[in-house]
């Protein structure tokens, strides 16, 4: 069903408002057209996903940058954090059920929700990216074809 990806990422941002540490904010930036076609419901469980995982990973006074790009039917999601980054030694396993990096044992989690990210794009037809460096952030691009 087409619908508008600016204002299904604008509303879905007000939903984290309760979860923001203190000075924590989400700046949000979109791109090209505003109304495409895809599984809205599937978008906003990977948006959500990405952005609890870039909040919780992230400190106090930081920002988490999102970006939604709509261009020649193709979108591109791109969120990016500043937080304690992955380990080059776990980036391989991210997308694995249960898997947890090595620097995120003491934060609370279950280690499905990158699993389940990567499911979704998976059954869009699309792709996910990670780059991460420890201690410097993490950024997902998510690229979605025929949209």
Known sequence: ?????????????????????????????HIGDRVILSDKSALKHIFQNLVSNALKFSRENSEVLVETTALNHTLTLKIQD??????????????????????????????????????YVELLKGSIECSSEENKGTEFIIVLENV
Do not use: C
């Not at 299904?8 to 309760?18: G, K, T």
């Open 82 to 119: 500043f937080g304690i980054g992955i380990p080059k030694v776990d980036q391989t396993h991210l997308f694995e059920r249960f898997y947890r990096a090595q620097n995120a044992m003491n934060i609370k989690g279950t280690g499905l929700g990158l699993h389940i990210v990567a499911k």
């Open 1 to 29: 069903m087409p619908f508008d990806i600016e204002e299904l990422m604008l509303e879905s941002i007000q939903d984290f408002d309760s979860l923001l540490k203190s000075g924590q904010k989400i700046i949000y930036n």
